[in-house]
């Protein structure tokens, strides 16, 4: 059930290991879904529970729930599992203390991705407790960059989910109509991703009409449309844990005054920045694009402080990589990168919405976009 090839995984660990002696690291406590999966093929969502991935520069060394057992037997080529017992008083932190020993490694000089949601802050504090013996340096941002640049193996994957967020968008405009719902339009476009192959998105689309238009998160509660309304969407296709997101308002009936002009601005804001993502620049040099378009339209004040982010196998509650666009971003492009755009105007005086987004491929010459051909406003 392993997703990638041998000779993947091979240059994974190696790039892995030369990245962890860089650091001075003796070995890897990896808690990040993402990275367990990126090295090892590991495919659960048992990380909401405690597990860590040791990996010490030649052995992958799995610590999980007796839950887990077959999924990391199934899913992964880890190669030595072992099983902390669920009970009122268990303290897995412990248990990965006598495995460390076991291994060789208690006392040693130990990289933690402290920054996930694969550790809770109750177990980050048991497992300090319980190492207190090692030096622990913080490696949560050890991995994300090696899995920056996206691998041929890789794409394929993306450009699958690019397909598939096509799709799931085909089906949201044909379920779009005046006294439909949000409800339809979500149920449509996950379908459309599901009978396509796809798998679940790291986190919820956002499928909001009316004044659910200017909210750039989902919420419970599905309303209906009204003759004239807005309908904002960003939803993501996913493949393999690969994702390629999107986003658009959907103009309903009769578009208001500000939504053609608004439109206007978003479309001209995404190509400056897809102008600017080219190999050698910084992400910074993106976000300045997006922030002197929108800005020289009037808009300074409707646009947010970020404008897009990384894109790859994310697990959930996100489907956000950690390299975001904002100012002063440091992260320096390069070919292989997969990036997402998103292009959002909220203008609460008069509740009016627009959003434009798509994803992007590095190249060697600049962007290539992946999904959303059509720039144009979309209407129903």
Known sequence: MLHFTDTEFARRRQATTHAMQDAGLDALLLFAPESQYWLTGFDTFGYCFFQCLIWDGQTTTLLTRSADL??????????????????????????????LADLGLAGRRLGVEWDTHGLTALNGQRLATALGDSTLVDASALISPLRLVKSAEELAYVRRAANLSDSALDAALATTTPGAGEAEVFAAMHSAIYRGGGGAPANPFIVGAGPHALLCRTQEGRGRFAADDQLTLEWAGTYRHYHCAAMRTVVIGQPRPQHEPMHDAVRDALLACEAAMKPGRAMNDVFQAHAQTLDKAGYGAQRL???????????????????????????????????????????????????????????????EPLNGADLQMLRR
């Open 70 to 99: 077959r999924q990391a037997q199934l899913t992964s080529n880890i190669a030595d599992i072992h099983i902390w017992r669920d009970a009122a008083d268990a303290n897995p932190a412990q248990d990965l203390a006598r495995l």
């Open 305 to 367: 402080n970020a404008c897009g982010y990384s894109q790859g196998a994310r697990f959930a509650p996100s489907w956000m990589e950690r390299e975001m666009f904002y100012d002063d971003a440091p992260t320096i492009m390069a070919p292989g990168m997969v990036f997402f755009l998103h292009m959002i105007l909220m203008d609460s005086e008069t509740g009016t919405a627009m959003s434009l987004g798509r994803t992007s491929l590095i190249g060697e010459a600049g962007a």
